[in-house]
């Protein structure tokens, strides 16, 4: 992570001058990936690659309210292994005091930030994860669109932490503005974290509404980390998955998870399944892998590094 000051007002009356600090972080990554039956027209292996730069900005009142902002940059592979250029996303922004933080814009929602919904995720481009067969409304942080500019709150006070969000979502699909609002709340206690979201969207102007309701666990086990969730949502039912990481080595981590559940009716109801690896080879280098299969009962599998900056 680099950090560079800048000056961002002068006060010429007085002759003072406020300082943001604004910071650069990321990470690259580049391999193969492969993906069984990937679709007409399309390769089955191909380029896997990405790079992301965040930047983040902030300063701080004279009261003691801190201010900030991110943007992000980001290029990512196309799925018939074209690369694409480069693009910023929308602006997040957040004012914070004390335990009380406030975020506007690109937002993420209360699943997407709710603690070990994603769990562990194995490979470089982690095709597969422990909620791949749930079909929650999240409406997470967008990496490379506009995102929901919604308003998030969120207030954490030692071991408690709960978030509520609101968006809506006007970006021009066929069913219009998404009405979405979630909410969750974690509690951390002997190690573990236990977190209950809920989200509901609906299209306005047309009556099709979409809720679900998310339970998870995680913690550490001794050498083993864990992390599991049980998820209810008015399109695939109930589904559930368990993840988690073992340390073999001072260097070297195996990664697995499963996903099962959903309505029998689709193809979400199919196991999901990954096992891979992550190996440090220093100065924040990762060479990752992977295989599994899909809830399509497709096999995947994906090997490369990732550098963080």
Known sequence: MKKVLFATAALMATGSVAAAEVTFGGYGRFGMQY????????????IESRFRLDIDAETTSDIGVRFGARVRVQADE?????ANAAAFNGARFFAES???????????????NMANYYGYEPGLSAPIGQYSNTNLPVAGYSSTGAGVNGVSAIY????????????????????GSQDRVSASVAYTFSGFTVALAYAEAEETGV???????????????GMVDVAMLVADDSVEGTSYGISGKYKVGAATSI??????????VT??????????FDHSLGG???LRGMVGRNTASNNVADLGVQFNF
Not at 78 to 82: A, F, H, I, L, R
Not at 98 to 109: I, K, P, S, T
Not at 161 to 169: E, F, I, N, V, Y
Not at 267 to 276: C, H, L, P, S, Y
């Open 255 to 264: 990664l697995a998870a499963v996903s099962a559940g959903g309505d029998d």
């Open 207 to 221: 009556a099709v509404k979409r809720d679900g309701t998310v339970l998870t666990v995680g913690g550490s086990l």
């Open 156 to 175: 954490s006070i030692g071991d408690f932490r709960a978030q509520l969000t609101g968006s809506k979502d006007t970006d021009g699909v066929l069913l």
């Open 35 to 46: 993906q069984e039956n990937r679709g007409v027209g399309l390769d089955n292996t191909r």
């Open 284 to 286: 924040g280098v990762n």
């Open 78 to 82: 196309n799925n018939n292994g074209s």
């Open 267 to 276: 193809v979400a109801n199919k196991t999901a399944f990954a096992i891979g």
């Open 98 to 112: 004390g335990g009380f933080r406030l975020e506007v814009g690109n937002v993420a929602d209360a699943i997407d």
